[in-house]
């Protein structure tokens, strides 16, 4: 055919036949062209083979094919016809990964007879939502590869410490070889691998770079906003419902079975869209879902006819609040204008450096949360926190003053809620829980920090939710491992410990919004072994540099030089300071 590859239309398959046995094989064909079959003895088979064999063409055509399904048209209809024979037919389509779209955010080098051949590197970036399989490809140039007007087009995916994890170039979707070896003979298949270049990731962001070269500037200035696809594979296929008549498909009843059709005859079918809920979490407007759709019912033509399926998604519904409706007629535009003022000032708060705005908003909200909440964030990321410690510990105690644990107990403990608003109180009450153990740990972390030896001048001992490593930036292991004051205050060491004890009653000590609270509080009570523990949950967690070193610091301090040295030696290879070049 014009313009495709030959091996787009080739089955190849090698087979292992024992005397007096027989084997059959199903492959799809396309209609109209001569087709051309060789069959050969493999060259480690010894003596001569008489093999007789024989044709037959049957099967069923869809329209259309590919099969593109569109969320938003409810319905979708397709239509399935035996053109030679007797076909039974059971229609089903799954889906099993959905794709994303990315968008971009030049050296030279020289060829023979002194051409010049210029690069443009283009740099992606996504978001994994949960741990998967990934497969990234350049839809314009992956199926090309000699035949492309470009000299390379090389990928590289890296996290987000700039660590390769892995590369690849054209042919995303190539063939795999299984060798099966038997006395005498050898046994190899050869099938459609789809994830040549299937990299398993972890919750988190990561970049792609891709290379693409030309001898003209000009023809790579044209890829400047070349569009890049991650396929994520879908933990389990997702099925789309398949209905015999329209008005089964719209009332969602009776399914469509299997049937016998006759020859020359066409059946209509129709599929429905699938449910909000089953909609992958991470997907947005441009993803969409592929998979494929399976219509005759043997064995054989499940594996030669393989209708593509691409479902196109739609931006999810918006959700509304239990008593939106209501709440909304209720209150005036200007109480909308009120709150909406409020909380925009509450916002811009964190990235200010003055507390005017807090102490204006203090005197007309004193007890609305958010409004506190928001406050100790802005004293724990501030550049001079060591010298506001103090300050940090009474805006956390003015937070836990606000929330009333007794309540949020009793509701942690309903099995059920019968009230008409639970979701809304539900909703209310996690938020609770979270801004008590925030500020909690982070009272904690104050705490500690005023026992331990000070971090110098502007490098405090912040959570790792701004960007900090445990021990701080720019703090050494002698500094701060082992720099108890025996003689602190007992007031905060007393204090101290009803914090530790409170925040066991609200999350576990490895709760990722604890770790922090647990490393230092280890290193207060000079428990260096746990202190460890702790680091070493954070590296894995959050992995970086600077929390890595800490654990580096604290096995020094153990004692454990080996440990030490070999953790050492992994830091350019986990953490290099540039991306590798291609």
């Known amino acids: 055919m014009k313009q495709r590859a030959y091996r787009s239309n080739e089955f190849y398959k090698f087979s292992s036949l024992l005397e007096k046995s027989s084997l059959t094989e199903a492959f799809p064909v396309l209609p109209g062209r001569v087709l051309e079959v060789c069959v050969a003895r493999w060259w480690a088979s010894l003596g001569d083979v008489r093999v007789d064999y024989s044709l037959s063409f049957h099967g069923l055509q869809t329209n259309p094919s590919p099969l593109h399904i569109n969320a938003s048209e409810g319905v979708t209809t397709f239509e399935v016809s035996s053109p030679l024979r007797y076909e039974d037919v059971s229609p089903s389509i799954t889906l099993k990964s959905w794709v994303q779209p990315l968008r971009a955010l030049g050296l030279r080098d020289v060829l023979p007879d002194n051409r010049q051949i210029y690069e443009m590197q283009l740099t992606y970036t996504f978001h994994q939502p949960k741990g998967g399989e990934v497969t990234p490809s350049c839809p314009l140039l992956c199926e090309l590869l000699y035949e492309s007007e470009f000299d390379s087009q090389l990928w590289m995916m890296f996290d987000i410490n700039k660590r390769l994890l892995g590369s690849g170039d054209a042919y995303p979707h190539q063939v795999h070889v299984t060798w099966y070896p038997y006395p ?36 790579l200035e044209r890829l400047k906003e070349l569009p890049f696809v991650v396929s994520h594979r879908l933990p389990s296929a997702l099925t789309l419902d398949v209905y015999e008549t329209h008005r089964a498909a719209l009332a969602a009843k009776k399914k469509a079975g299997s049937l016998t059709m006759s020859p020359g005859s066409t059946q209509p079918y129709y599929t429905t869209s699938l449910p909000d809920d089953k909609v992958p979490k991470g997907t947005c407007s441009g993803c969409y879902l592929t998979g494929s759709m399976v219509v005759p019912k043997s064995e054989f033509g499940k594996k030669a006819d393989v209708v593509p399926v691409v479902y196109h998604l739609i931006p999810p519904p918006n959700k509304v609040k239990n008593g939106g409706k209501e709440a909304e ?29 807090y102490e204006d908003l203090k005197e007309l909200y004193s007890s609305y949360l958010p ?9 724990d990321a501030e550049k001079e926190r060591m ?14 003053s606000l929330i009333d644990q007794t309540a949020l107990a009793v509701h942690l403990t309903l099995k059920t809620d019968p009230r008409p608003d639970a979701a ?10 979270t801004s008590l153990l925030d500020a909690l740990c982070r009272k904690g972390c104050a705490l500690a920090d005023q026992l331990l030896l000070p971090a ?39 204090n101290l410990m009803e914090t530790f004890w409170e925040v066991q ?28 523990k702790y680091a070493s949950k954070i590296a894995e967690d959050k992995p970086s540099k600077d929390n890595l070193k800490n654990c580096i610091q604290l096995m020094h301090h153990l004692g454990w030089t080996h440990c030490a040295a070999f953790t050492q030696n992994w830091l350019p290879v986990l953490y290099p300071a540039e991306y590798t070049p291609f």
């Open 371 to 379: 409004l506190h909440v928001q406050r100790l964030h802005q004293l």
């Open 456 to 494: 110098p001048e502007g490098e405090g001992a912040g959570l790792p939710a701004q960007g900090e490593g445990p021990l701080g930036q720019g703090e050494g292991p002698e500094e701060q491992v082992g720099s108890t004051s025996e003689d602190g205050p007992p007031s905060l060491e007393k």
């Open 184 to 219: 005498h003979q050898v046994y190899v298949t050869w099938y459609p691998y789809p994830h040549l270049y299937s990299l398993k990731l972890e919750k988190g962001d990561y970049t792609v770079r891709l290379q693409v070269r030309h001898e003209q500037a000009s023809e």
């Open 329 to 357: 007629k209720e209150r005036s535009v200007q109480d909308e204008f009120t709150e909406a003022m409020r909380d925009l000032k509450i916002h811009w708060m964190t990235k200010l450096d003055d507390s005017s705005v």
């Open 387 to 400: 010298k506001r410690l103090g300050e940090v510990v009474t805006s956390a105690d003015r937070v836990v």
């Open 424 to 433: 809304s109180i539900k909703s209310d009450m996690e938020k609770q829980k």
């Open 505 to 532: 009653k609200w999350a576990e000590l490895t709760d990722t919004k604890v770790l922090n609270f647990s490393y230092k509080h280890a290193l207060v009570n000079r428990m260096y072994g746990r202190a460890l």
